[in-house]
């Protein structure tokens, strides 16, 4: 056999993967593809694997066409690169468009009047609808993937408002294939339904009978291969599962009212739980103990472990233990050990892990005395010698004449590490590449132990029996590695030397991989390196190798390679569920061809629990979706199409308090008075929140514009400043507020500092070692507030807890205030920028350097400063109105009294006197070494 490596990525030949494509669908994606063109508007919802690519390849290509305009939002980067391509080379006439924010202004309005199909990142379609750069009236409809992610704050949600407001006509047609996203939460499907202006839901499960039917009548040959599990593996499983259950019973016992439904074993195995849970303790992390934390984490890393038994060889999961155990080790006396290293489940992981790769044997010496021996004994994985097996069946099989002469065969693994390990194997063996991963091993504990050794001189160490006898198993190891490869070099056994093997403690961060020897074999090579080129034609009977990676969409990148390499054989090395319906697919569409399926899992492993969950928790979801439908009531105009929802959601967001709103009878039957919309200038980057979204969905009119001060202007006077919590202690500590605040204060009337919260998620302000006082503290970040009112007390500070609150305060905010203009809220600041760019070059660098640290002066005032003063001798003699007139009102006080804060002799005062008197005496040193930094 020859072996071939499968891209994961497809960064060079993924054009040429189209080629294969010839539109023709199975009969339920043809039904799927008249729901899509015959229903105005709905959401389309499919079990992974049944081809949610080919059908959206099929429904876009109709709109390859420049008299029509549709858009296509909610995809990933993989995903849109292969539609693109795709469609590149299906419709080279009209190939479709990407527009992000690389593209200049100006020429974004020329790419969607050119028509066809338009990929388009959320955040810049939203811009360019509210300033009428996209012609919302002449789009044939919008295409909206990943529709489970689409909620009412979205900003997809938001572009589906602004749509349906403008055009009734066009579509909006939803997919998805992760049914799993609508179990959460209270009605969540017509949450999204509604966000996603839909009124159709279309649920095409594995069970469907118009899905069954093609694989049912033409399935592929599959055989089931079980591994046996080695007795070690099941004994380090069974630990990591004690493990887990003691931790659950903790956080549960710490949290009582966390739901126990979540919090099982079971549920642990997925990624998803990471988020339930976090997402349970999130409205009381903030009072959660450092305990608790500790344990959210554990259950994380715990759960990888579970991956990693089954995907990592003995050596590799043996290093893994380590470098979590070494982790907690010289870190300090704050920091203290996971609670899970200390239970006895924890100590029988390690010992059993440790076992997978050394054995204990006694030994006598000359003397006669007895001692006990450390050898190496690499436990093989039990799936590469059954994986052998199955090659050799294959091989026994085209010998026979069931796959022609061409007979292809199909690797598919977890990772690229793993598809790169299989294949050495099947070239040079096990014991070559499990005794080049323990040379790997080695290197990493004596660089790592070097690097202790050097920052501790009182670093612990072992006996030097214990030594001697590491060092001799791991350089036969060493040697064996060199007489395969055939090149023994110098120095090589002292390089590969441990300094402990028991009980040393390891440094597991930045430790270089050591080079193995040059030839063949490459170990310092990145495995990734060698699945970034395309497939490569090797003639007759080639294997190729294809990395899975569950976490990026690769049941569309598998789908293409099933139609490039065309295999008679297909190994699932790692269970997947939606490859393995990609196959069914595979071979549903070509009927005649022979397949051969090997499905290899271990039996009673983490990983055949999780593919069975897996499957059952997709039943789940699609019988709930089922029941909803069912249950669905039918509501009035839901996709927006006659106008009564707008008028519905206008009417109900009507501002309070306007009489001439109301009905008059005695004024022409009873007509309402037409109020101009209440008008906000939004700076571009805020459009990455929801706030302007629900500040549109109150009926506000929004203008993007890139702003020098603020971030929305509700008025000629009103400038406000948004901060979430996290930004808020940041921009403290960084003195980026303070100038902010500078640059607010000196350009509009009223200024505002608005901070953001979760209502449902308290916060304090105060570190965990902190605590009230009644003096000021520069370290704290209550203290740097009150020194930020002191300094500025014409800025109001607004709580908000959520967005929705806030929406409802601009709007008190603009009550009887006049309407901001766009162009003159951009100007304001904009002198800042192209002042300081040159400002380096026209004046002396040693004085300006420090100008800029003197307390009052900011970015918004230097350039001003240097122009009008000579130099800083005739500054530090200014009084203070002169200063206030070059520097400011506020900037020229502080600024004056830094120069004079000596020369006024003030009487003793009391203590409570005293401690106001300090405190505001230390505002301004404060926030002026904050403004430098």
């Known amino acids: 056999w020859k072996f071939a490596s499968v891209s994961c990525f497809l960064s060079r030949e993924r054009g040429a993967m189209a080629d294969d494509f010839d539109g023709s669908l199975l009969l339920f994606q043809e039904q799927m593809y008249r729901h899509c063109t015959e229903d105005n508007d709905s959401?389309?919802?499919?079990?992974?694997?049944?081809?949610?690519?080919?059908?959206?390849?099929?429904?876009?290509?109709?709109?390859?066409?420049?008299?029509?305009?549709?858009?296509?939002?909610?995809?990933?980067?993989?995903?849109?690169?292969?539609?693109?391509?795709?469609?590149?080379?299906?419709?080279?006439?009209?190939?479709?468009?990407?527009?992000?924010?690389?593209?200049?202004?100006?020429?974004?309005?020329?790419?969607?009047?050119?028509?066809?199909?338009?990929?388009?990142t959320s955040r810049i379609l939203v811009v360019d609808m509210l300033t009428k750069r996209m012609p919302t009236h002449l789009l044939t409809g919008i295409v909206v993937c990943n529709a489970q992610r689409v909620l009412p704050s979205t900003t997809e949600a938001f572009i589906l408002r602004l749509y349906r407001r403008e055009n009734r006509t066009g579509f909006i047609k939803a997919f998805t294939d992760y049914p799993e996203g609508f179990n959460s939460g209270f009605s969540q499907i017509e949450k999204v339904m509604k966000s996603l202006w839909v009124s159709r839901l279309h649920v095409w499960p594995?069970?469907?009978?118009?899905?069954?039917?093609?694989?049912?009548?033409?399935?592929?040959?599959?055989?089931?291969?079980?591994?046996?599990?080695?007795?070690?593996?099941?004994?380090i499983q069974d630990a990591i599962s004690a493990i887990m259950s003691s931790l659950l019973r903790e956080i549960t016992k710490t949290r009582p009212s966390l739901n126990a439904e979540d919090l099982t074993l079971e549920r642990g195995l997925f990624t998803s739980f990471d988020t339930q849970l976090r997402r349970q303790l999130d409205p009381v992390w903030n009072n959660l103990s450092q305990k608790t934390k500790q344990l959210v984490a554990d259950l994380r890393t715990l759960r990888e472990l579970t991956s990693f038994v089954d995907q990592y060889d003995c050596v590799s999961f043996y290093q893994c233990l380590e470098s979590i155990r070494s982790a907690w080790v010289g870190t300090g006396p704050q920091r203290q050990p996971s609670q899970w290293l200390l239970l006895d489940a924890a100590d029988d992981l390690f010992a059993f892990a440790k076992q997978r790769v050394f054995k204990s044997k006694k030994e006598t010496d000359a003397s006669g005395a007895t001692h006990n021996a450390i050898q190496c004994q690499l436990e093989c994985p039990p799936k590469w010698e059954a994986l052998l097996s199955v090659l050799r069946e294959v091989d026994d099989l085209v010998a026979q004449g069931h796959f022609g002469e061409d007979a292809r065969v199909l690797v598919c693994a977890e990772n690229a590490t793993t598809c790169y390990q299989l294949q050495e194997f099947l070239r040079r063996g096990s014991d070559y590449v499990l005794n080049r991963q323990l040379a790997r091993f080695q290197a990493w504990r004596t660089k790592s132990t070097k690097l202790l050794s050097s920052s501790d001189d009182t670093a612990p160490t072992s006996s030097d029996g214990k030594e001697k006898e590491a060092k001799d198993a791991l350089n036969a190891a060493a040697s064996a590695v060199s007489a395969k490869t055939g090149r023994n070099r110098a120095g090589k056994k002292k390089q590969l030397e441990m300094a402990a093997l028991a009980?040393?403690?390891?440094?597991?961060?930045?430790?270089?991989?050591?080079?193995?020897?040059?030839?063949?074999?490459?170990?310092?090579?990145?495995?990734?390196?060698?699945?970034?080129?395309?497939?490569?034609?090797?003639?007759?009977?080639?294997?190729?190798?294809?990395?899975?990676?569950?976490?990026?969409?690769?049941?569309?990148?598998?789908?293409?390679?099933?139609?490039?390499?065309?295999?008679?054989?297909?190994?699932?090395?790692?269970?997947?569920?939606?490859?393995?319906?990609?196959?069914?697919?595979?071979?549903?569409?070509?009927?005649?061809?022979a397949l051969r399926v090997y499905f290899m899992l271990y039996k009673g492993s983490f990983q055949e629990q999780r593919y069975l969950s897996s499957i059952r928790y997709e039943r789940k979801a699609f019988e709930y979706l089922i029941f909803e439908r069912s249950h669905m009531p039918e509501m009035v105009d839901q996709d927006g199409r006659s106008g009564r929802r707008q008028e519905q959601e206008r009417l109900l967001h009507v501002r309070p308090g306007e009489e001439d709103c109301r009905a008059n009878t005695r004024a022409a039957g009873g007509q309402k008075a037409v109020l101009a919309p209440q008008k906000v200038i939004v700076d571009m980057r805020e459009f990455r929140s929801s706030l302007p979204g629900i500040l549109h969905e109150r009926n506000m009119?929004?203008?993007?514009?890139?702003?020098?001060?603020?971030?929305?202007?509700?008025?000629?006077?009103?400038?406000?400043?948004?901060?979430?919590?996290?930004?808020?202690?940041?921009?403290?500590?960084?003195?980026?507020?303070?100038?902010?605040?500078?640059?607010?204060?000196?350009?509009?009337?009223?200024?505002?500092?608005?901070?953001?919260?979760?209502?449902?998620?308290?916060?304090?302000l105060l570190g965990t070692h902190e605590t009230l006082s009644s003096e000021i503290e520069f370290k704290n970040t209550m203290s740097k507030l009150t020194l930020l009112?002191?300094?500025?007390?014409?800025?109001?500070?607004?709580?908000?807890?959520?967005?929705?609150?806030?929406?409802?305060?601009?709007?008190?905010?603009?009550?009887?205030?006049?309407?901001?203009?766009?162009?003159?809220?951009?100007?304001?600041?904009?002198?800042?920028?192209?002042?300081?760019?040159?400002?380096?070059?026209?004046?002396?660098?040693?004085?300006?350097?420090?100008?800029?640290?003197?307390?009052?002066?900011?970015?918004?005032?230097?350039?001003?400063?240097?122009?009008?003063?000579?130099?800083?001798?005739?500054?530090?003699?200014?009084?203070?109105?002169?200063?206030?007139?070059?520097?400011?009102?506020?900037?020229?006080?502080?600024?004056?009294?830094?120069?004079?804060?000596?020369?006024?002799?003030?009487?003793?005062?009391?203590?409570?006197?005293?401690?106001?008197?300090?405190?505001?005496?230390?505002?301004?040193?404060?926030?002026?070494?904050?403004?430098?930094?």
């Open 43 to 120: 959401l389309s919802v499919l079990a992974r694997g049944l081809g949610l690519d080919r059908l959206l390849l099929a429904f876009l290509r109709l709109y390859c066409d420049s008299r029509s305009l549709v858009l296509v939002i909610g995809l990933g980067e993989a995903e849109r690169l292969l539609l693109m391509d795709e469609l590149s080379v299906l419709e080279p006439a009209c190939p479709p468009r990407f527009v992000n924010a690389d593209f200049a202004v100006d020429t974004r309005t020329d790419v969607y009047l050119r028509g066809g199909v338009v990929f388009v």
């Open 206 to 235: 594995r069970f469907h009978e118009a899905v069954k039917d093609p694989f049912d009548r033409h399935p592929p040959d599959v055989c089931q291969v079980q591994v046996g599990m080695t007795a070690n593996m099941l004994r």
């Open 503 to 593: 009980g040393a403690t390891d440094n597991i961060e930045a430790v270089p991989m050591l080079d193995e020897d040059e030839g063949d074999v490459h170990v310092e090579k990145d495995p990734e390196d060698d699945f970034t080129a395309c497939y490569r034609a090797l003639g007759n009977g080639s294997i190729f190798f294809h990395a899975l990676h569950t976490e990026s969409p690769m049941s569309t990148l598998f789908a293409r390679t099933l139609s490039k390499v065309n295999p008679s054989v297909v190994v699932l090395y790692d269970p997947n569920l939606a490859c393995l319906r990609q196959v069914e697919v595979f071979k549903a569409s070509r009927r005649s061809q």
């Open 701 to 764: 009119e929004l203008e993007p514009r890139t702003l020098q001060v603020g971030d929305y202007v509700l008025s000629p006077d009103i400038c406000v400043e948004r901060k979430s919590l996290v930004d808020l202690v940041g921009s403290l500590s960084s003195g980026r507020l303070y100038n902010q605040c500078v640059a607010m204060t000196r350009y509009y009337t009223v200024p505002i500092l608005l901070i953001e919260f979760d209502e449902g998620k308290p916060f304090s």
């Open 789 to 933: 009112t002191i300094n500025f007390p014409t800025l109001r500070l607004i709580w908000s807890k959520s967005p929705h609150a806030t929406a409802e305060t601009f709007a008190e905010l603009k009550k009887h205030k006049a309407e901001p203009h766009a162009d003159t809220a951009a100007a304001i600041g904009s002198e800042l920028g192209d002042a300081l760019e040159n400002m380096s070059t026209d004046y002396a660098a040693g004085p300006q350097a420090l100008l800029r640290k003197l307390p009052g002066v900011t970015s918004a005032n230097i350039r001003f400063i240097m122009e009008k003063v000579k130099n800083l001798k005739e500054l530090a003699n200014m009084s203070l109105e002169q200063m206030q007139e070059v520097a400011g009102k506020i900037s020229g006080k502080t600024l004056f009294d830094f120069f004079n804060n000596n020369r006024v002799q003030e009487p003793p005062k009391s203590a409570s006197a005293s401690t106001a008197s300090s405190a505001a005496a230390a505002t301004n040193s404060s926030l002026s070494s904050s403004s430098s930094s």
